[in-house]
């Protein structure tokens, strides 16, 4: 949509990717999209997350997803898959209900180097990526600052940092001082 700009914070010539810059050349979209390269600061990407309707996240192998959390601290929606960290974010575990819209893994692909013997890689459809895009563009104002308000209460409650600390320093004082009460010895067999 010609009043639609995508905003990337990414290098567009990793050697990891795609050429970002002839992608966009190939579907005509250059002049939609900006592509953010430099290292900000903080609060230069708290006017990035505020100055976006959402954050979008379909990475295969997402460990946590440091940017859709940081989008949420802002009150800015997330559209990610359901996998790994990005599932809690995407999906509030306390109801179920979504935090932007979640998007279920389509295909699931088993690979592997030498560095890691195997790993999931968890994949969506363009087409389901371009839905949920459309669903958070047509999103009125009173239903946006609904969704806004229940991520920043969702962001407080799950991912406080004092909480997050607090659980830390508990889970580790546990272990440190029982660790021989949960201590389970095990064996490995050669098949």
């Not at 995508?6 to 970002?20: F, K, S």
């Not at 600061?41 to 940017?67: P, R, V």
């Not at 560095?115 to 371009?130: F, G, L």
Request: glycine fraction near 4%; aromatic fraction near 10%; hydrophobic fraction near 35%.
């Amino acid at each position: 949509h010609r009043n639609a700009t995508l905003i990337m914070h990414c290098d567009p010539y990793d050697h990891e990717g795609a050429n970002l810059v002839q992608v966009a050349e190939m579907f005509n979209i250059q002049n939609n999209i900006l592509f953010s390269t430099d290292r900000l600061d903080f609060d230069q990407m708290n006017i990035l997350y505020n100055i976006s309707d959402f954050c979008i996240n379909i990475a295969f192998a997402e460990g946590f997803g440091l940017s859709t959390l940081e989008s949420m601290q802002a009150g800015t929606p997330i559209i990610a898959q359901k996998t790994g960290g990005l599932t809690r974010q995407v999906v509030d575990h306390r109801d179920g209900t979504e935090n932007g819209v979640a998007l279920d893994v389509e295909m699931r692909t088993l690979v592997g180097s030498q560095q890691v013997p195997y790993i999931y890689e968890d994949y969506v459809s363009v087409e389901t990526a371009a839905n949920a895009i459309m669903k958070m563009y047509l999103l009125d104002s009173k239903d946006r600052k609904k969704l806004s308000d229940k991520v920043l209460s969702y962001v407080e409650s799950e991912f406080n940092y004092q909480d997050m600390i607090d659980n830390w320093d508990k889970t580790l004082w546990e272990k440190i001082h029982n660790w021989r009460d949960d201590y389970k010895r095990y064996c490995v067999r050669e098949i």
